[in-house]
């Protein structure tokens, strides 16, 4: 069998998820399976359709951005992930989605308050918003640098802990310790960037979540005595 079958069956069918979930249309977006050990990973294909979408047309490449295996072209935002696979030393996967209500935050440049439980279930920090880029970096190496952006973003924070990001005027990127974790983050996101934007359509002065309710819902979910579902 292929060296990188299983790899790149992961990535096919974690892309495959995405229209699935209603996290973008027709090319929009694209997720990424990593393999620590070899350090490659396989990513969607540039401007293939989602429903067109094989297994054998997902491209592997390498962290410097060399295609190791396949014959189509490797998604226009191979270096963000190349450069986020690096930087983020414990990641297994990334997705990158244009869904509708996480864009809308990006695009207004604002971070999502925590403000209610299902938010703190998932983290306990706000849905943290990038700098927007600068000139010199959009004429430079763009998709390099929105790599760059997304980790500068995270000099204070852990990305360990906060799983997904909005680069500004652009979309959410995720991530997790598999390629399926990344795609449930981005569906996760979508859903607290809706809850969000009504929130405060409702009440524009919605205050934060208390600390006492961040911590609770948390902590039950994932701190060491949690008592949330089935074990
Ligand atoms: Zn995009």
């Keep these: 069998m292929n060296l990188y079958h299983e790899l790149k ?25 990593f393999d620590k ?44 992930h190349a450069v986020l696979y690096k930087q983020f030393k414990d990641i297994g996967g990334i ?35 990038t700098e927007v880029m600068s000139e010199e970096m959009i004429h430079g190496a763009y998709e390099e640098e929105t790599g760059n952006q997304i980790v500068k973003t995270f000099e204070h924070l852990s990305y360990k802990e906060i799983e997904m990001v909005l680069v500004a ?28 934007y009504l929130t405060l359509q409702i009440n524009s002065q919605t205050p934060r979540l208390s600390s006492a309710l961040i911590d609770k819902h948390y902590q039950r979910k994932h701190g060491p005595e949690a008592y949330y579902g089935q074990s």
């Excluded at 990973?41 to 396949?70: H, N, Q, R």
């Excluded at 979309?171 to 449930?184: D, H, L, M, N, R």
């Design 9 to 33: 069956e992961i990535a096919w069918l974690s892309n495959l998820e995405i229209p699935k979930l209603g996290l973008a249309i027709y090319t929009f977006g694209n997720v990424s399976a």
């Design 169 to 196: 005027c652009h979309g959410p990127f995720t991530w997790g310790a598999t390629a399926e974790k990344a795609v449930y983050n981005s569906a996760v996101l979508e859903e607290l960037a809706k809850m969000g």
């Design 95 to 129: 997705a990158h989605t244009h869904s509708t209500y996480a864009v809308a935050w990006a695009q207004a440049i604002k971070s999502i308050p925590i403000f209610g439980t299902t938010h703190a279930d998932h983290l306990q920090h706000d849905i943290p918003c």
């Design 37 to 80: 050990d070899k350090g490659v990973f396989a990513i969607k294909p540039s401007g293939v359709t989602y429903d067109k979408l094989e297994l054998d047309d997902m491209v592997v490449v390498d962290l410097d951005y060399k295609i190791v295996e396949g014959k189509l072209r490797p998604s226009s935002d191979t270096k963000t």
